[in-house]
């Protein structure tokens, strides 16, 4: 088979074997230029080094590996973040989650399970009188969510804190926000094999019945926050009653569920009483 000799004819080569959006990211991503410039680019003749980064690119997606694991970044709310394989993909409906967050004012912010730092980061992007704490079990993955502060300007704004949950925490917050692991151990099997196969588990599952993080985070929330403060946490989308009942439980107040763009539940959102027991835990 003749190789291709312009982009066109490598663009038309590679959507035989994956989605054309796949295909064009890659291609875009191999050639250094915007994938909405792809069109213009079309007719350039396409050199063999560029093509052998394409094939290598073309396999490691035909091997379910995530497009954002490849290319070492992703768009997620209005910034780009560094990507790998130390961290879970930032996802679209995660966005939820910031858009609540950023309606109010807060001073400083925790986010737990940080993973890349895109929530936190965008937060802090968003209020710029805000500072914050993202903690994370994962070492490799805190180095992750430092370089994305440091790309977006916010490293003078954040501090990362390796911690299993509370458990190297010693700040009280007025707002603390968390996508912890929710899947239950028996779903795993459902899951798709580019998550499957390429994020880590740790941040996808905590095993059992998927509802262990947010047992710890409602249990110990409320002698991190602040009264009046706010907790948001991101769930799976049979999970808000049951994380609801969590907090009820705990004393939390003003509980709210917020759906994601296709109305299945997304966000469980509460707050802290005033006049609460302060004693840290």
């Not at 936190?120 to 704490?133: F, K, Q």
């Not at 795993?188 to 710890?216: F, I, N």
């Not at 999970?239 to 109305?263: K, N």
């Amino acid at each position: 088979m003749t190789p291709p000799k312009t982009v066109a004819e490598a663009l038309r080569a590679a959507t035989a074997q994956l989605h054309p959006t796949d295909a064009r990211a890659l291609l875009a991503y191999v050639l250094g230029i915007a994938p909405d410039r792809m069109n213009l680019h079309l007719p350039d003749p396409i050199s063999d080094a560029a093509l052998g980064a394409y094939d290598t690119a073309i396999k490691a997606r035909l091997a379910h590996q995530p497009i954002a694991q490849i290319i070492g970044r992703r768009m997620f709310w209005r910034h780009e973040f560094i990507v790998t394989r130390d961290t879970l993909d930032p996802r679209p409906e995660t966005e939820i989650l910031v858009a609540e967050a950023v309606r109010r004012p807060c001073v400083k912010v925790l986010d737990l399970g940080t993973g890349t730092g895109c929530i936190l980061l965008s937060i802090l992007a968003a209020l710029p009188m805000s500072i914050g704490v993202g903690a994370d079990i994962s070492a490799a993955a805190l180095d992750v969510a430092a370089r994305n502060a440091l790309a977006l300007g916010l490293e003078k704004r954040v501090r990362f804190q390796q911690s299993d949950w509370f458990s190297k925490i010693t700040d009280r917050f007025d707002l603390i926000v968390a996508n912890p692991p929710y899947i239950a151990a028996d779903e795993m099997g459902h899951l798709s094999k580019d998550v499957l196969q390429w994020e880590p588990h740790l941040a996808l599952t905590p095993g059992g019945d998927g509802l262990d993080s947010y047992r710890v985070i409602a249990r110990r929330a409320g002698a991190h926050l602040m009264d009046s403060g706010r907790i948001l946490l991101e769930i799976g989308p049979t999970q808000g009653a049951a994380v609801s009942a969590l907090l009820v439980a705990q004393g939390f107040e003003t509980i709210r569920i917020l759906p994601d763009l296709d109305g299945r539940d997304r966000v469980v959102c509460a707050e802290k009483p005033r006049n609460s027991d302060n004693s840290c835990a």
